[in-house]
């Protein structure tokens, strides 16, 4: 028996078996190509001739492949081996889909983690790299020690569709940034003024309006939108109007700032124009609130 089986060797897969190895633990591979198991074989693991193998190798078994259709695929056919093993499955994505794969191993016999990774691999094993988990607690407590060795590990409750949909979150606010930052950047750089000259002051003013999210985290949880508005919605409609004047008139497509433009639009056409920025939140909601309610609770 090993410490661990790490099913997928892509350059994510990789990086998990390689901590996991520096970290003192035994390891099992498995991957559809087997090449990429060889540098890892070097280094003291196994390379197991089939999935089943890989899971009878260790109580632990750690996936993490391209798509959740390929996890079905490599698991299937060796379904029956993971009864009495933990499957974690740090495979991106969504919620229904983490839910889904927690029913499917426990009809199987096995306790079931879903994982996100918020690291690129050259992180792993640092404590800069942050995985946050969700799903059957007493498997995470019975192998935390050993996910520790990939970085933090973060546990946020029993409902497996809770990891994924904190990773998601946290990617949708970093891709939200980088579109105003790549807007930014275009536009200083239609003057030649130069990323690197211009970063500075980018993120000095990014420093700032971060100490603005604790209000807006208020405002969303109370519902309250309308109290002590410094800058409300109206206002900034009419200022908008600029930005993708501006970037037109630059020569840099207002692509990325539009649908914000859009929505603060919407927003003030459905009676929200005396409010606060976070009541766009009640923009994009589709679900109501009720419905919402009772899936939080």
């Known amino acids: 028996m090993s410490d661990v089986s790490v099913i997928g060797l892509g350059a994510m897969g990789s990086a998990l078996?390689?901590?996991?190895?520096?970290?003192?633990?035994?390891?099992?591979?498995?991957?559809?190509?087997?090449?990429?198991?060889?540098?890892?074989v070097a280094k003291g693991a196994v390379a197991a001739a089939s999935v089943k193998d890989a899971?009878?190798?260790?109580?632990?078994?750690?996936?993490c492949l391209l798509v959740y259709d390929t996890v079905y695929e490599a698991f299937e056919p060796a379904k029956d081996a993971l009864a009495g093993r933990t499957l974690v499955n740090l495979t991106n994505g969504t919620p229904a889909q983490a839910r889904e794969m927690a029913q499917w191993a426990a009809t199987r016999g096995a306790d079931y983690l879903d994982g996100g990774i918020m690291a690129v691999p050259p992180m792993i094993g640092q404590a800069e790299a942050l995985i946050l988990y969700s799903g059957a607690h007493a498997a995470f407590e019975a192998h935390g020690k050993t996910l520790g060795a990939l970085g933090a590990a973060r546990y946020l409750g029993d409902d497996a569709g809770l990891a994924p949909l904190h990773d998601i979150a946290l990617l949708?606010?970093?891709?939200?940034?980088?579109?105003?930052?790549?807007?930014?950047?275009?536009?200083?750089?239609?003057?030649?003024?130069?990323a690197e000259k211009f970063l500075p002051m980018l993120t000095n003013w990014l420093g700032a309006v971060m100490t603005w999210l604790p209000?807006?985290?208020r405002r969303i949880d109370s519902g309250d939108y309308r109290s002590d508005v410094v800058s409300?919605?109206?206002?900034?409609?009419?200022?908008?109007d600029n930005f993708i004047a501006a970037s037109e008139g630059q020569g840099v497509?207002?692509?990325?700032?539009?649908?914000?433009?859009?929505l603060i639009k919407k927003a003030v056409a459905s009676g929200y124009g005396d409010a606060d920025q976070a009541s766009l939140v009640e923009m994009i909601r589709t679900r109501p609130q009720a419905e919402r309610q009772r899936v939080a609770g």
């Open 172 to 194: 949708t606010a970093m891709y939200g940034l980088f579109s105003g930052v790549t807007n930014a950047f275009a536009l200083t750089g239609s003057e030649k003024v130069p």
């Open 215 to 217: 209000d807006m985290a």
């Open 17 to 40: 078996a390689a901590a996991l190895l520096k970290s003192g633990l035994s390891v099992t591979l498995w991957n559809r190509s087997p090449a990429k198991a060889e540098a890892l």
């Open 55 to 63: 899971i009878e190798a260790s109580k632990l078994v750690v996936a």
């Open 253 to 262: 497509s207002s692509e990325l700032i539009a649908p914000m433009f859009q």
């Open 232 to 240: 409300n919605l109206e206002m900034q409609a009419a200022a908008f």
